[in-house]
């Protein structure tokens, strides 16, 4: 079992850049690839973001060049860097862990993300 909670999300101006943590509990993280996903009002949850345990990174075309996701696995903490955010970017951030072995998933609460003037 794992329980994920996310902080960091808030308010920010169009090009502006933000930083959203997760932090796991409960399970062996580094069994664990990692995720970010988001919501935005009236709209399916999509994917933005992943990191595997063996570090290997995926993102969302919509995302990339602009985000950047990291895991530190000593303190079992997933970040997402947001840099050059649009207002198109507004979202509640969710996180995710998955175990590909056992095909456990498991999400964070969410955290909201606003990008706006």
């Known amino acids: 079992q794992v329980q994920l909670v996310e902080s960091g999300g808030g308010l920010v101006q169009p090009g502006g850049s933000l930083r959203v943590s997760c932090a796991a509990s409960?399970?062996?993280?580094?069994?664990?690839?990692m995720g970010w996903y988001r919501r935005a009002p009236g709209k399916q949850r999509e994917f933005v973001a992943r990191?595997?345990?063996?570090?290997?990174?995926n993102y969302a075309d919509s995302v990339k060049g602009r985000f950047t996701i990291s895991r530190d696995d000593a303190k079992a903490t997933v970040d997402l860097q947001m840099n050059s955010l649009k207002p198109e970017d507004t979202a509640v951030y969710y996180c995710?862990?998955?175990?590909?072995?056992?095909?456990?998933?498991?999400w964070g609460q969410g955290t909201p993300v606003t990008v706006s003037s």
């Open positions: 995710n862990a998955y175990n590909v072995r056992a095909s456990r998933e498991y």
């Open positions: 990191i595997t345990s063996g570090y290997s990174t």
């Open positions: 409960g399970s062996i993280f580094t069994r664990y690839t």
